[in-house]
C-alpha cells in the first residue's frame, strides 16, 4: 500500500520551460511535505517543504502548490535549466508522531531538461 | 561542517553471507534514521534512531536485520544471512532536534546480493 503516490515516472523538459511533478497522499495525519531532489551518486537532499495551512511556497525558480481537500500537491520548477536534470521525491511526514518524523517518499520521477 | 557519511558506498554479496553498513550522522544530530530504496521504488523507512535509543523500527523488514546505534554516535545495520530481496540503496540520514529539523542524507550504500 503505497501512501504517497507520486507521477510522473520520467519528464523530459526543454530548457526554459516548466516542469510539473504531482503527488497525492492518503494519509490525513501527515502535516509536513517536503520536496527532496538527488544527483546520480549523491543522497537525496531537501529543496523545499510545506505546510498544510499554506495553498503555494515559493522559493525562486522552485514552487510547491498545495491543496488540502484534494490532498494532493505538486512541485512547478519555472524556467527549467540543463542543472535541474535529478531525480525528484516527494515525501511527507506528521510532526506531531513524538519526535519521531519518518518520512513516506513517492516513487520518484528522473527529470531530464534537454538543450 | 561534514556531511553524513556512509560506507561502504557499493557492496556486492553472495545470498547467505553477512553484511555489516556504516553511517555517520552529522555531528551533534540526535536523530539518525535507516531508509532503503528497492530498483525503481519508492525510499521506505526502516527505523529511527534518538541518540542510542531506537524509536521506531516499524519498517525493519525482518529479524535479519539488526541496527545499532553505539553511543549515540555512528550507527551500523547488520543483514544476516542476506537474500536476494535485500538488494537496493540503503540511506542513512541525520537531523538535529525534534520538530521539523531537516534530514540530511548519506550517498547511500548499494547493496547487491547475488
Known amino acids: 500500500q503505497q501512501q504517497v503516490k507520486q507521477s510522473p515516472q520520467s519528464l523530459i523538459v526543454q530548457k526554459g520551460g516548466i516542469s510539473i511533478i504531482n503527488c497525492a497522499y492518503e494519509?490525513?495525519?501527515?502535516?509536513?511535505f517536503p520536496w527532496y531532489q538527488q544527483f546520480p551518486g549523491k543522497g537525496p537532499a531537501l529543496l523545499i517543504a510545506?505546510?498544510?495551512?499554506?495553498s503555494e511556497k515559493k522559493e525562486g525558480r522552485f514552487t510547491i502548490s498545495f491543496n488540502k481537500s484534494a490532498k494532493q500537491f505538486s512541485l512547478h520548477i519555472m524556467d527549467s535549466q540543463p542543472g535541474d536534470s535529478a531525480t525528484y521525491f516527494c515525501a511527507a511526514t506528521s510532526l506531531l508522531n513524538f519526535g519521531n518524523e519518518k518520512l513516506t517518499f513517492g516513487t520518484g520521477t528522473r527529470l531530464t531538461i534537454i538543450p | 561542517e561534514a556531511g553524513v557519511t556512509q560506507f561502504p558506498s557499493h557492496s556486492v554479496i553472495e545470498k547467505g553471507q553477512t553484511v555489516t553498513l556504516r553511517c555517520d550522522p552529522i555531528?551533534?544530530?540526535?536523530?539518525l534514521y535507516w531508509y532503503r530504496r528497492v530498483m525503481g521504488k519508492e525510499i521506505k523507512f526502516l527505523l529511527h534512531?534518538?541518540?542510542?535509543?531506537?524509536?521506531?523500527e516499524s519498517g525493519m523488514p525482518n529479524n535479519r536485520f539488526l541496527a545499532e546505534r553505539t553511543g549515540g554516535t555512528y550507527s551500523t545495520l547488520k543483514v544476516q544471512p542476506a537474500e536476494l530481496e535485500d538488494s537496493g540503496v540503503y540511506f542513512c540520514a541525520s537531523s538535529q532536534g525534534e520538530y521539523q529539523e531537516t534530514q540530511y542524507f548519506g550517498p547511500g550504500t548499494r547493496l547487491l546480493v547475488l
Open positions: 494519509n490525513t495525519a501527515f502535516d509536513y
Open positions: 555531528s551533534g544530530h540526535d536523530n
Open positions: 534512531f534518538v541518540k542510542e535509543s531506537k524509536q521506531d
Open positions: 510545506i505546510r498544510p495551512d499554506v
